[in-house]
């Protein structure tokens, strides 16, 4: 089974900050996901992404296949951002593309 | 566009009892899954379905069931709840195979008592 470990478990930022949130995974994938979730509230997809970058407004997703790392950040970081980020991957040796193996998650507090 | 539909939200079991969760996703996509999510843990799959008329046991299968009721619609089962199901549960989809994005509902919050 693939080992996800997202870097930090918590982070506090104030508004505008540049935020950089991780995740290293231990066994190839096919493609990685971050997701967003608000206190109480559903998840969200955010990326998918296999290889390179990906940019949606001031979120930006990065992965290093070699290295099986990737890499959140947020840009002139708000409060609306708060939440609970998480990566997740899919596929790899013996898992199905079917399936998904997340990390625990990272709690981003952003004050104002 | 409602996407994945999740009912109920919030739910308050007694040990013994017994209730279905339902999801409903109006996407078109092939495979569906139900997730649990606990405090210090990262979502683990319960039930996954690659496509309509299949099901799979997925990481924590124990004490629950499913159905593919048809192509949009996955329901969770549990037969007789107990405390270590008090849980958020997630259903989920995707187009299928694999890079797809997945959809997530809105969650599901059952306590047992």
Aim: include cysteine; hydrophobic fraction near 30%.
């Amino acid at each position: 089974k693939n080992e996800v470990e997202q870097s930090p478990q918590n982070l506090t930022a104030q508004e505008g900050e540049f935020i950089t949130i991780n995740c290293s995974y231990s066994v190839g994938i096919s493609a990685l996901h971050w997701l967003q979730q608000h206190p109480g509230g559903g998840i969200v997809s955010l990326f998918m992404l296999s290889s390179g970058k990906k940019k949606h407004g001031r979120l930006i997703a990065t992965i290093n296949i070699q290295e099986k790392h990737s890499s959140l950040h947020i840009t002139a970081s708000h409060p609306r951002d708060s939440a609970v980020y998480i990566c997740a991957v899919n596929g790899g040796p013996g898992g199905s593309n079917y399936k998904l193996t997340f990390g625990k998650g990272t709690l981003l507090t952003v004050n104002p | 566009n409602a996407g994945v539909t999740q009912t109920p939200k919030f739910q308050v079991l007694k040990t013994g009892q017994s209730m279905t969760l339902q999801c409903a996703q109006d996407m078109n996509h092939n495979s569906m899954y139900w997730y649990r999510q606990d405090p210090g843990m990262g979502l683990r799959l319960i039930y996954y379905s690659a496509s309509e008329g299949t099901t799979d046991k997925g990481e924590v299968p124990n004490g629950y069931n499913v159905s593919r009721l048809n192509k949009r619609e996955f329901s969770l089962r549990l037969e007789s709840a107990a405390p270590s199901q008090t849980s958020v549960y997630f259903c989920a989809s995707s187009l299928q195979g694999s890079n797809t994005e997945a959809f997530f509902g809105q969650g599901t919050r059952l306590t047992v008592v």
